[in-house]
């Protein structure tokens, strides 16, 4: 009997760990929705909370992204130019050179066939050079952030990019239901990518890398492909929250997304998505969007001035390290 609790003690306060990460974000955030009721008597009222969950879509999505590449143990702080760089590409094709674009003029089709080629590519020149070429993420990453800002720069010139095609920003200004639809592909998106985590080889196959990279190898897990179909879903993402995020705008800006990483960290952080790897589930991370953006919508509604927000966060991340480095451990090695 001794030897049953043995074999299976670990196993059973190894769950208990997990959920006890996932879940260490809940009482923030329910905390923080009841000082936003007290704060402000319209916090709680749907047109507020709608707001809240359609200004939290597009940093749920970049997050989705975020979450495949850091549970690999691997970084790629890009997105937020991606976010930026793929539908300013696109609008740039597609808008009139009245407004600022090149005088293609192409459709809205293959303006959301550009806008997703581009984020797929910058994923694949990432996941090249971490894998291939065997370069920093971090490093190469912060590279491409860089890079790509000053090539979005350089196409719009500075300019704000208007006019854009109805069924580009379809997404970004559609109702379903009375729900923005943006509300309802984020929770899709979220839904899917829990099932592909959970369920699908690729997704256990994200943990077995973060876990220990030359075991995956040894279990006969193709690790190099695994690593760049991340980087290349993650950017995809990311080019499919810019176009989202253009749609809300209605336009496209050449400072789109710009410190969104920030907030995508610590979403996943705070949620349980640790940087070592291995470890985390995405409806930790969904717990870690929904705090950050109820608790950005309390501030403002309290009259905090924004560049407090900032501030803010990095104390709720510090908080959120602290809670889970006694609720979860580290993240397992094999």
């Keep these: 009997m001794n030897d049953t609790l043995t074999k299976s003690g670990p196993s059973v306060l190894g769950v208990i760990g997990r959920n006890l990460r996932d879940l260490s974000v809940l009482p923030g955030l329910v905390l923080v929705v009841v000082v936003g009721a007290f704060v402000s008597t319209t916090f709680l009222a749907v047109p507020n909370l709608t707001l809240i969950l359609r200004q939290s879509a597009e940093l749920g999505i970049v997050v989705i992204g975020l979450t ?19 539908p300013m ?6 808008v009139a050179p009245a407004m600022g674009g090149l005088g293609t003029e192409i459709g ?31 490093i190469v990453s912060l590279a491409m952030l860089i890079l790509l800002r000053g090539v979005t720069l350089g196409i719009s010139q500075g300019r704000t990019l208007s006019s854009l095609p109805e069924a580009y920003i379809y997404l970004g200004t559609a109702k379903w239901f009375g729900v923005p639809a943006a509300i309802w592909v984020t929770a899709i998106l979220f839904i899917g990518a829990g099932l ?36 290349i879903a993650a950017s995809a993402l ?38 070592a790897g291995g470890k985390g589930r995405i409806f930790g991370a969904l717990l870690g969007v929904l705090l950050l953006g109820v608790l950005t919508n309390v501030l403002t509604l309290a009259g905090v001035p924004t560049f407090w927000i900032n501030a803010v966060y ?21």
């Design 108 to 138: 809205a089709f293959w303006g959301i066939v550009v806008t997703l080629a581009i984020g797929a590519l910058i994923g694949l020149i990432n996941g090249l050079l971490v894998v291939k070429a065997g370069l920093d993420s971090f």
């Design 238 to 275: 990311a080019a499919f929250a810019g176009m989202v995020l253009a749609g809300r705008l209605y336009s496209v800006t050449s400072g789109m997304g710009e410190n969104l990483i920030f907030s995508a960290l610590a979403s996943a952080v705070i949620g349980g998505i640790t940087l």
């Design 314 to 334: 990095g104390l709720v991340i510090l908080l959120a390290l602290f809670l889970g480095r006694f609720a979860g451990g580290k993240p397992a090695r094999s």
């Design 196 to 231: 592909i985590l959970k369920y699908n080889r690729w997704g256990r196959a994200l943990y077995a890398i973060g876990g220990n990279a030359e075991a995956a190898r040894a279990a006969g897990i193709r690790v190099d492909r695994v690593l760049i179909t991340a980087f």
């Design 68 to 86: 495949f590449i850091l549970i690999t143990s691997k970084m790629d702080i890009s997105l937020e130019s991606t976010v930026g760089l793929a």
């Design 89 to 94: 590409a696109a609008a740039w094709l597609m």
